[in-house]
């Protein structure tokens, strides 16, 4: 059973797709174009089926990455080594259901080039799933760099209005952080000797100096940029505005996750003094974050805007939890990455629904959409509170933690952290009451037919899971302890703490 | 010391190129117009076979002619790129040629006379045959920029480059006059015993000389400003050649130059090689945003790429060469595979191709001409897994080893601003929305090449993993030392 190659048969699974969509399309002109959407969505579920199997084959009771694989290649320049542990098995679990949820969501909403369409998801998939697996530095810059290219396509190609624009400046904007990490990749790489991440953990170990810090920041910079932390974060109301529904999703629940997988699997135990060092400017911009990025969000007037900013917002808890270096902080970082990749790939598919009925993401066109859509207008609501971060829902229970986990580290910094929950909920009910309330203003609205089957099938299962873990999050919380207490263990400060 | 006849087998490969070169010429001139396809076969074949046999016969170090010419891994190495590369531009030059003048049976000899020029440049261990070698190749190469003789802009290309080669010859011979008068030989292994023991400011004076005649021909700043108007002003194949093969032979007698004779000027040439790199990966990168012809972009995008590739020379440190070889062979596929997709869009269409804008829908109708040529963007702009990406890192790991760390940064950062306009590419063929473009078919040949260059470049990992060409490469590196 584990001899199989598991982990590089689910990342390069998805690849499998892309032979059959360009065969289909050479044999079948005329009806390719619904040939290549069954065959993303029975790639992507069989995907889905495999990190199934991998999950119940997983072992909870140790911190070792599992399932290993390990080739020389390239000359001995970098090895092929994959690998999972608690934490990364999170976010390919995240990747590999969202991924069929975002092809049934574009199933009747891309037209142009659907062929194309569904090959960058699948090439996307494997990326994503490839840089979790990933146990070598350098096949994880490979995998967590080339995911720029299809994202770049995506919101190119099927983005609205100012796609060019947001493309442009997504792709320079990470790459410019990415290759300030790549110096530091390479420096780490030298100074180790190898390029396999389990025995530069052993071997890496520099004095805390000038050295580590500028490490610690050429790291901080590409994930800081991913993530993304105020004030990297201007990259992302653009891109997330313009990419179409299925990119948004991916880009808040997945793409973003990186940034904070990248903190947890490098600077943390890589560089720990830095990361402790610098854990109060951590602190300060993550408050930041919460608090302007939150009021920022209150005065937008583009619905995938606010929900871009309050990602940015959510992702400050995750940030400062993370650098509590404190058992409970990082585990509700990490689970509130996972909530958050659910909630607010929720919200974009809820967008994505009056996006492809009225063609408008202004609030102002909304109003009164409770009158026409009944079903869609309950569903919105538990998103929205999960969101807000409403106890009995995910959201809660990673802020929860998080707070409580900052609480022990520094109470001023817990005093603002907290206010970030009610400011959440000012703009979410803001928002949920001026689309769904009030009165009808626009005629448009008045025709609005509520949730297709295609919908529901969409966002059912993601209501069940945020409920769900809200009400029961110890499957999750289990998955990731053993990993996280092996990481915090892990962190040996030479000074200090 | 060997004989002269050794010498003349030694040489065989040299002796064969020249020696089909001048019968093809006079099979040319009597039956003109009917031979050209035969000439075009018969100079590929040569080159091919050529190539391979670099491949396979490569000595470890001999020397012919009393030293004035070397035999080594590295030129062998050079001459298998050089042979099967300018193999390469004649067919892809081919479809062209017979729709541009069918009685230009010339042009695959000038390929061939300037192969020759290369290869004679990279064996050269001596400064007079490296200057004959160096003209030997830039003539041919004068004529073939002027080649598209209907077009003004091709004449002035032409022009400019000679006026500007002529100069850079003149510093070259500068140079290696001044180095004579102060050391007393012209062979390089003996320059590097003497340079200690004579007049250090003349050799420097005259060093400085001669790398400004060799930084010429890979068109690094400060003297790259005839590329990018010879790049436009030329036909498109023959903008391939200049872009891939002279490049790779001017490199490595750069190498040859700085590591055999100068070995113990490190410290005078490094700062030298530094801010010429670091001024050309600076403004390839950044003059380029606002260009919108294609091979005027190209031009400015392989000045930054000549910096990337000179930037592993700074370091000094011999083992650093390999990274300058590996620089050079994914630049030269991915130029080759980019071009190709380029001759192919412009044999197949009426209308002239000469701006980005002009290749704008590709996608729509020509998928695969479009796909191709985005991968070869993203692979200049070195994104990874392509080839490009493993480019860039072996230099960078050249550079962060030495600890030049913050030049390393600075490259980055610059490759970041080249970044825009690669992907600017990318952007007109897929994000613009334009009227029905005509459908185009590959030519098989420029098909066959096409997909040779799409494989290695998205497969890069498995080609250094699999195929020997990491062994050959490092088997290069050590001959210097």
Redesign the interface.
Known sequence: MIDLPLLSILTFLPLIGLPFIIVGKIINAENYQNISKYIALLVSLITFLISLLILYNFNINTSDFQYNERIP???G?MTYRMGIDGISILFILLSTFLTPICIIASWNIISD?VD?YMCSFLVLETLMIGTFCALDI?LF??FF??V??PM??II??WGGER??YS??KF??YT??GS??M??AI??I??ASGTTELPIIYDVFNINHGIIQNLLWLAFFASFAVKMPMWPFHTWLPDAHVEAPTAGSVILAAILLKMGGYGFLRFSLPLLPDSSFYFSDFIFILSVIAIIYTSIVAYVQEDIKKLIAYSSVAHMGFVTMGIFTFNINGIQGGIFQMFSHGLISGALFLSVGVIYNRMHTRKIADYGGVVSVMPKFALFLMVFTLANIGLPGTSGFVGEFLTIMAIFSFNKIFAFFAASGVILSAVYGLWLYRKVIFEKITNDAVKSLKDLTLGEKVTLIPLLILIILFGIYPAPILDLISVSSIGLVESINLSGGN | MVDLFESLIIIAPELILALTAMSLLMIGSFYQKKSINLINTLSFLTLLILSFNELIFNNIQIFAFNGFFIEDKLSSFAKFIIFLTSALSIIMSANWLRNYDKTAFEFPILILFSTLGMALMVSANDLVSLYLAIELQSLPLYVLATFNRNDSFSSESGVKYFILGALSSGLLLYGSSLIYGFTGTIFLNEISQLTLSSNQLGITFGLAFLLAGIVFKISAVPFHMWAPDVYQGAATPVTSFFASVPKMAAIIILIRILYVPFDNFISSWSQIIIFVSFSSILLGSVVAIWQKNIKRLIAYSSIAHMGFATLALSTGNKSDIESILVYMIIYIVANIGFFSCLINIQNKTEKNINNISDLAGL?VNN?SLAISIALYM?SFAG???LAG??AK?YV??SL??EGL?FL??FA??A??IG??YY?RF??VM??DEVANTKKITFSRSLGLINSICFIFILGF?FV??VTPL??MISNATLALN
Do not use: C, D, H, W
């Open positions: 290649i390239m000359n320049l080039r194309y350098v810059y490979l760099e080339s720029l290219i770049f396509v190119g190609v796609r060019v493309a442009f792709f320079l790459l410019l290759v300030l790549l110096v390479i420096y790489v030298l | 996608s998928p993203f994104i990874p897994p990406f493993f890192y960078f790991i962060i080893n760390i390393a940064t980055l950062i490759s970041v970044a825009f992907i990318v952007k897929f994000f990992i250094q993993s990491a062994n």
